[in-house]
Every structure is written in C-alpha cells, then in structure tokens.
C-alpha cells in the first residue's frame, strides 16, 4: 500500500536550520507530483512547496528564499531545506503526493502522517 513516512522534525532556534524527509513506497515516485504542507495550531493546512515529477518547482510566499524542495528519485524520497528559520515556521509538516500538481496543490492526494517542527524564538 502506499506510505509516506516523514522525518527530520524537532526543536530548533530561530535561524537554526532542518531538513524534512519524506521516504515514500507504494507507488511509482518518479511520475508523482510532491509537495510539503505544513499546519499550525488553529491554523488550516497551507501548501509551503512543491515539486512537479518533471522537477519543477513551487513555493509558498513565506518559504521562498528560505527553504528548497527536491526529490531524490532513486531513493524514492522527497526533502524540504528549510534555513533561516523562524517561530511562525513551527507547525506540524505533512508530505503529499498526487498524480499532478493539480492534485498535490489541491490536497487531494496521499498524506504522511507528519513530523513536529518548532522553531524558539
């Protein structure tokens, strides 16, 4: 069955940095569109980035210039650079995958379970 597994979250300093990984299986990763969500308390979920199965990517205003998206096809796993970080950053992190980009940006494809990210002030 499809599985998408992320890690790389914990406590970190503002300014401080982490990377998110997303190791996935169950489907065939290099035709999949990817992206990371993030959600924090009281807040909806928003799309931060994402990554077509071409390489193309795509950021959330807050991310850019501060985090990268990339994906690692032969390991079948997916990464989020996230640098500079700061305490509005803190929330849970989800990875997704869809079959387009229409369907990760629209949150209709498959969910990690997602990992913690806190960033202090």
């Known amino acids: 069955q499809v599985q998408l597994v992320e890690s790389g979250g914990g406590l970190v300093q503002a300014g401080g940095s982490l990377r998110l990984s997303c190791a996935t299986s169950?489907?065939?990763?290099?035709?999949?569109?990817m992206g990371w969500f993030r959600q924090a308390p009281g807040k909806e979920r928003e799309l931060v980035a994402r990554?077509?199965?071409?390489?193309?990517?795509g950021y959330a205003d807050s991310a850019k210039g501060r985090f990268t998206i990339s994906r690692d096809n032969a390991k079948n796993t997916l990464y989020l650079q996230m640098n500079s970080l700061k305490p509005e950053d803190t929330a849970v992190y989800y990875c997704?995958?869809?079959?387009?980009?229409?369907?990760?940006?629209?949150?209709?494809?498959?969910w990690g379970q997602g990992t913690q990210v806190t960033v202090s002030s």
């Open positions: 169950g489907f065939t990763f290099n035709t999949y569109a």
């Open positions: 997704t995958a869809g079959i387009n980009i229409v369907v990760v940006t629209t949150s209709r494809g498959f």
């Open positions: 990554i077509s199965s071409g390489g193309t990517t």
